[in-house]
């Protein structure tokens, strides 16, 4: 077990936070979408509940006290609305579902370009050969374009077999869900492509612009806590593996010509700077002045 000093004490290899600031933002993201997804949730219950136990001369203008210049817009009869507004929730969960797929793609992208910044030494799979931190100092870089594209493009089946061939391990949460996350790549691009792709040229004889898939709200929580898994998974791994202390070198990097003063005075600086800049684990100024005068090693 580690006392008090040595929890304190900078580790290039060792971060400090449970997680990193990829990860902190992809949260974000995803409770905010569960917050939107669970604030209608209720009201289409109360809603459905409303229209099946209402007598049956009783329209939807009646039930819901529709009235006002747009009430022409909406649709009287009970059987037509609970139609449409079914029709509407699947559109809803079918958009959650491409939100949710695109901000992980984002932190996936993300996380791993850290993590190759923080140890490129992973490209040519010999982990912490060079540190990252040494080649940014010194305004070299090395290519990770193609790598990037092949970890978050193209079937997942080809994502996973590029993660697992730079990285070396394959959290399970995606080697056990492969086929899951295949449909759900194939719902989202079906739902984003689903005007532009449509091959008909311009005079058509029949209409086919709408969706086909449906997806119900037990699937969509499955896929939120599938993709919930994968970022915690992901983050656990490169973060011990890869990433360590880079994401608060990096900060210092970008900023340590603000700084003024000695050492002391710096590290004072810096850690104000630092410890305001993200919600993770406070540094101390020992942590911070350790850290500095790693960089300075470099």
């Not at 209402?54 to 649709?75: C, L, N």
């Not at 996973?160 to 995606?174: M, Q, T």
């Not at 340590?256 to 850690?271: A, I, M, W, Y």
Request: charged share 30%; proline share 1%.
């Amino acid at each position: 077990m580690m006392n008090e000093d040595e929890n304190e004490s900078f580790n290039r290899w060792r971060c400090l936070d449970p997680n990193t600031n990829s990860y902190r933002i992809f949260n974000k993201h995803h409770c905010e979408i569960n917050d939107y997804i669970w604030s209608f949730v209720p009201l289409q219950s109360f809603g459905e509940y409303l229209v099946r136990h209402e007598k049956a001369d009783r329209t939807i203008h009646d039930i819901f006290h529709v009235s006002g210049v747009d009430s022409r817009r909406v649709e009287k009869s009970k059987t037509l609305w609970m139609g449409n507004f079914k029709s509407f929730q699947n559109l809803c969960y079918i958009n959650s579902l491409t939100s949710i797929l695109s901000y992980l793609e984002f932190y996936i992208k993300r996380i791993v370009t850290i993590s190759l910044l923080s140890d490129p030494g992973a490209i040519i799979g010999d982990f912490r050969a060079i540190d990252g931190v040494k080649l940014i100092k010194n305004t070299k870089s090395v290519s990770i374009d193609k790598i990037l594209t092949s970890i978050v493009k193209g079937t997942w089946y080809d994502r996973a077999k590029s993660f697992e061939s730079v990285f070396l391990e394959l959290p399970d949460s995606i080697r056990d869900n492969i086929e899951t996350l295949e449909k759900m790549r194939r719902i989202r691009n079906r739902a984003a492509h689903s005007f532009s792709r449509i091959d008909n040229g311009v005079l058509v004889d029949r209409v086919e612009d709408k969706f086909h898939d449906r997806v119900e709200l037990d699937s969509l929580k499955r896929y939120m806590s599938l993709t919930s898994d994968i970022a915690v998974d992901i983050d656990r791994q490169l973060l011990r593996n890869n990433i360590g202390e880079f994401e608060s070198i990096y900060i210092y990097h970008s900023n340590q010509d603000k700084f003024r003063g000695l050492n002391n005075e710096k590290s004072r600086q810096f850690r104000s700077l630092l410890n305001g800049s993200y919600v993770g684990n406070t540094r101390s100024k020992k942590f911070c002045k350790q850290l500095i005068d790693y960089y300075g090693s470099l």
